[in-house]
């Protein structure tokens, strides 16, 4: 079942509302008419052996025979979907105020192991919701000179109801996830086009973010946003169920001013360079500049070359996760270096784009092995890393 619905309207003294609704349902079919040409989804049988498990009496036991033995695990996987969006926007003159909000959940996908999971449990799905609200002015200074300001409220939320089953440990509980973030912001760009040939940007933003990391539950999982009533860590390591556990909350500040000057020298030779610096409350500070240089000789060719840093800080997913993740992480640094070419051939009715690129990533973060981890490995800073790459692009007008 599908429903959208819109609604535009004009409100008097020049302001406008737009609003937008969009919901969808569906049951799934199980993932039974699904193409599996090596029955990957069907004719499994239920383990022999529980790993670890707690029995009625709340003790932990390990290697236990499972009663479901010999059995065949049901076929397919819970392809079920439910999800809905609101967003409304309403704006006077240069002023726009803005709303959206997001659910979506539906069954995990196939590409989760079928014999290590009970994917066809309505327990077996992901539910997650996110927020949008933002102000947006436009003024106009004068004939030269503009200014443009935006603030932004945002959050993702993965909630608790995400989750799945074992089927060779812990059959009868669920393992839940959660986690929660918010992010705040203020962006002013200004733009100071003093005559044709040239355009000058200075932009200012601050960022105020509030993240956590994943929260995993065995059982129950609470309705704190930064703790578990039933820690997936704990009960893993046999302390016992419904234990509680506390999760840090990470503040994350950030300041970034950038800068960017577009000239046309002459009718085929224009430039755009820029300079950009960040800094970050957890990572510190660092300078990125940017250089374009395009060359048109004739219509019918271009050229364009770019030059440009930029870097990655790591997510807390792989900062400080509990499977892999390693807080000592730094920065990726990358540094790209890219040729276009533009033809026009045979009166314009065929156009080829050329790219060759070259980047180099310093610092790039991968995982290496790693048995002190749970999921024997973690995330590490590794050696520098070097791409290149060609593309072609051709269209043809006949």
């Known amino acids: 079942m599908r429903n959208d619905i819109f609604l535009r309207t004009k409100i008097k003294n020049g302001i406008n509302l737009s609003v937008a609704f969009h919901k969808y349902h569906s049951n799934g079919d199980n993932g039974l008419n699904r193409y599996d040409p090596g029955e990957y989804f069907r004719n499994n049988l239920y383990p022999d052996t529980i790993i670890s498990d707690y029995n009625n009496n709340g003790e932990y036991v390990e290697n236990t025979p499972n009663p479901l033995a010999g059995k065949y695990i049901p076929n397919g996987f819970n392809t079920s979907n439910n999800s809905y969006a609101l967003r ?12 959206s909000i997001f659910d979506f959940s539906r069954g995990n996908s196939s590409a ?3 014999y290590e999971y009970n994917l066809t449990d309505k327990s077996c799905a992901s539910n997650y919701k996110s927020y949008y609200t933002y102000l947006k002015n436009n003024s106009k200074i004068n004939s030269s000179l503009s200014l443009s300001s935006e603030l932004v409220l945002r959050a993702t939320n993965i909630l608790p109801v995400s989750g799945f089953k074992y089927l060779y440990r812990y059959p009868g509980l669920v393992k839940n996830y959660k986690s929660y973030s918010n992010q705040v912001y203020l962006e002013e760009k200004l733009l100071y086009k003093p005559n044709s040939k040239s355009s000058f940007y200075l932009g200012l933003k601050g960022v105020y973010n509030q ?9 129950n999982h609470g309705s704190s946003s930064t703790s578990t009533s ?7 390591e046999g302390m016992g169920l419904n ?15 950038y800068a960017l000057w577009d000239n046309k020298w002459s009718k085929y030779f224009n430039t755009s360079i820029g300079i950009r610096y960040d800094y970050n409350s957890y990572f510190g500070n660092i300078l990125n500049p940017r250089l374009a240089i395009m060359y048109a000789p004739k219509q019918e060719i271009g050229i364009k070359f770019l030059y440009g840093t930029a870097f990655r800080q790591a997510g807390i997913f792989e900062l400080y996760n509990e499977f892999r993740g390693n807080p000592n992480l730094i920065s990726e640094r990358i540094r790209t270096r890219e ?6 051939l045979f009166g314009n009715r065929i156009s080829l784009k050329t790219n060759i690129f070259h980047s180099i990533i310093n610092n790039n973060i991968g995982k290496v092995p790693d048995s002190t981890m749970l999921a024997g ?11 290149t790459g060609i593309s072609l692009f051709f269209l043809s007008q006949l």
């Open 88 to 99: 409304a926007i309403i704006s006077r003159k240069n002023t726009e105020l803005g709303f």
């Open 230 to 236: 039933s820690s997936w860590i704990e009960a893993n």
């Open 112 to 114: 989760i192991t079928p």
């Open 339 to 344: 040729l276009e070419v533009n033809n026009l």
């Open 377 to 387: 490995e973690r995330y590490e800073n590794l050696t520098r890393l070097d791409i």
């Open 243 to 257: 234990r509680i556990k506390e999760y840090s909350q990470f503040i994350e500040k950030e300041f970034a001013s």
């Open 211 to 219: 993240k956590s990391d994943r929260i995993i539950s065995l059982g």
